[in-house]
């Protein structure tokens, strides 16, 4: 199943494409396509398509969970990697056959056929030819397989696009149901899928079916950070603890901007900061009501803010001139020190890059912020997993079972054999010890550290940098020090598909058009205002409708 | 060309259509992959037009989508954001127009005009190489020289002079993207042109050096004349694409300077259609597109049969 124009297919394309031209006037007869169920799960059958959860027998982590509220507890921490990791599975689980993968990938697609998908297929037992696709454009090169129903065998799909794929409907129509593979004990032939979490599989079924598996499940689902160099901040003589709220940031951007050296205190933060002046990330029920963000008051003051921050001269030119693409390279670079991001940053590949620009690099990101600096800081949880592989319904029933071993052998947990293989590659020539740590060779770093199998399937996070114990150590207090103000924002973690119309009200182009342009501080607030009365007038009202009728009303908001 | 003409006119009657046939096989059996080409990457791909009478979903498909008339159009032509992309659009085509057009024309000249074999060859490469930079990297480079923290402006910064950043001023995007339209691809232009230039007969020129006409009259009677065809055909099919005026340069650009200032048709079609799901919506604004530039290259095509020209193709 290649995505490819191959000659039969080319010219089965064209003889369809004259069968349509032929039978176009019959269109008109028939339609009515969009009466297509939402995909929403009822409480009884989402119990019922639910894997059940079998503790593995993971290693003892060197920093333990902290619990929080709202079934949040932050990622178990890893200091030093097992010398002699122990297989989880015996044997390869595949049987031999041959499948496609398609996953996005946000850096340099590594080389087809190289020598680690060559020893994973190996070590999988399968012929698994691995597609990766540009991460930043992937809502858009999906829809065209799905249109074509071209889509490969294994595919990943990112949840926050839910809507742009219109995932429910498509796991009806185009997705296997592994419900029967999976569901309640059914599971247990699959024991390091079952060792993730049930929140995270919760994110897979859609309509009282188990679709999706989950990827990079985690109980600290955290809506990202206002990260800060924390090595020239502490040489200022700034800590986390003198920055409470908006207001102490910005002031931070007159003592640490010095334009003539090239340094400006921001590079853009909106995404990651909105919620901070007490903004919902989408939505919030107000008396039963539902109310979007574009009609809070905090929205706008979130707005004022960050319009002032882009005309005050502290934001960095480029991030104005949204090059989001050299963030990271002004970040290492110390041409900004403080930026937006999602917690996937602070990760190993990061310190090593920032340390190879600036040897006293270190990554630090401010608590959560609150609009007055003294009220209690919230912040809304993202889904449990984001990450969601789901299988083609033209697999049979032991193409799936074959799969879902192939699953088992990528969910292994922390270091596992398996994990080892999968993250690191094979010793010796994607990866050696050294002191004891698996460091990546120029090979691996070429062909591994690209994240691809994982995408199909990976145990629960963890914690864990080998060679960088520094991030290790930041990162898991961060996580610990802000658990306790994470949320469950409205409809967390639940699935729902809308139709073609309401997912467009919903992306609400315009507007967030018009918010970026605002941020970058070439609107003003009162244009984005003015953007969203003409949204909230047929889109918007459109849109929460559909969203009160269809989910609110019948499945509650989930809190 | 003028010798050309000539023979055109000395031939007697049209031959008939099965003798032409039979003369043309081999031309007309070479032109087939081409045709095919055509066919089916830009005419079959026409049969998905139809969801711009749609009200279209990739999950449905094409035969199942609600049908909606033309309410993608009426809904288009209501909605400001659109007439505000059409303006960019023919606005940035009018300045490319003026200020595109003429420079590799010009270039062309100037480099007729080196003598030196190896001159000519060194600015040439020189010129041509830009076209080869994708818009991405061609972007950058003007970011790191002329953007707020690039070269230009740190220097003035850092003289304590005012700091302008061009690469963000919507008021002044026209002329910046035209800059770099010039800075990229008028190299790459004169190429068309350069050929027109070594078709002219060189004994023209001897005879004219031999009556006494110097060189500006040489290239008023002999130079410009042999090219204008060309310059006619390439402003011809420039008319008829005035609605394309770019798509990489603009849809990298735009959060740069905002989208209401960046917004040409192409990206319009793009954001509010693909991006956004609303397929129908972008097809709607794509055909409009397409047939008012059809209409622009039939009405340009006229003229240039008015001046006597010929245009896309001889009357």
Known sequence: MTTELNRRRFLSAGASIAGAVAMAPLLSACGGGSHQKTGANTSSGLKAALPAFLSSTALTPDIASVTGGADAATDPGFLSYPAAPAATVSGPPGKGGSYTAVTPLWGTVPQPGNSFYQAMNKALGVNLTMKPADGNNYHTIVPTMTAAKKLPDWINLPAWWNPNFNTGELARTQFADLTPHLSGDNVKKYPNLAALPTGAWQTGVWGDKLYGIPCFATTFPGPGGVFHRRDLLESHGITNAQVKSPADLMNLGKELTDAKRGVWAFDDVWTYLYPSFGAPVKWKVDNGKLVHLFETQEFLEALDWHYRLATSGYMHPDALAGDGANQGTRFYAGKVLIAGGGLGAWNLADYQSGVAADPNYRRGAFDILTADGKSTPVAYMGAPSSMISYLNADLKPDQIAELLAVANYLAAPYGSAEYTMTNFGVEGVHHNRVNGVPTFTDEGKKNVQATTFPFLSSSSSVISNPGGDVVTKDYSAWQAANVKALVKPPFWAMNYSMPQDIATAEAAQAVNDTIIDCYHGKKKVSDVQAAVSTWKSGQGARLKRWMTENVLDKYGAGQ | ?315
Request: aromatic share 14%.
């Open chain 2, 1 to 315: 060309m003028s010798t050309a003409r000539s023979e055109r006119r000395a031939s007697p009657t049209r031959l008939s259509r099965r003798i032409r046939l039979r003369r043309d096989k081999s031309l007309l059996l070479m032109t087939i992959p081409a045709v095919v080409l055509l066919l089916v990457f830009n005419y079959a791909p026409l049969f998905g037009l139809v969801t711009a009478f749609q009200s279209y979903d990739p999950l449905v498909g094409v035969w199942h989508s609600d049908w909606v008339g033309l309410d993608q159009f009426q809904a288009l032509f209501g909605d400001p954001l659109f007439w505000e992309s059409m303006k960019n659009t023919l606005y940035l085509s009018c300045v490319q127009l003026v200020l595109f057009f003429p420079i590799p024309i010009a270039l062309a000249l100037l480099l007729n005009s080196v003598l030196s074999e190896r001159m000519r060859n060194f600015i040439q490469s020189v010129l041509y190489l830009p076209h080869f930079f994708s818009w991405v990297l061609a972007l950058t480079i003007f970011q790191q020289m002329l953007g707020g923290a690039g070269l230009l402006n740190q220097f003035l910064r850092q003289h304590g002079i005012g700091t302008w950043d061009i690469m963000t001023d919507p008021h002044t995007f026209a002329l910046l993207v035209t800059s770099q339209a010039i800075w990229k691809e008028a190299g790459w232009g004169i190429i068309v042109f350069l050929a027109a230039l070594s078709a002219i007969n060189t004994e023209l020129y001897e005879a004219a050096a031999a009556d006494g006409a110097g060189r500006w009259r040489r290239m008023w009677h002999i130079t410009l004349p042999g090219l204008r065809g060309v310059v006619m055909l390439m402003l011809v099919l420039r008319l008829g694409n005035a609605l394309s005026v770019g798509f990489e340069q603009f849809l990298i650009q735009r959060t740069a300077v905002g989208h209401d200032a960046a917004d040409v048709l192409d990206t319009f079609s793009f954001y509010y259609g693909i991006a956004a799901g609303n397929y129908s919506y972008g097809a709607a604004a794509g055909l409009f597109k397409s047939l008012v530039s059809l209409l622009l290259l039939w009405g340009a095509n006229r003229l240039a049969h008015a001046f006597g020209e010929d245009g896309l193709y001889r009357k």
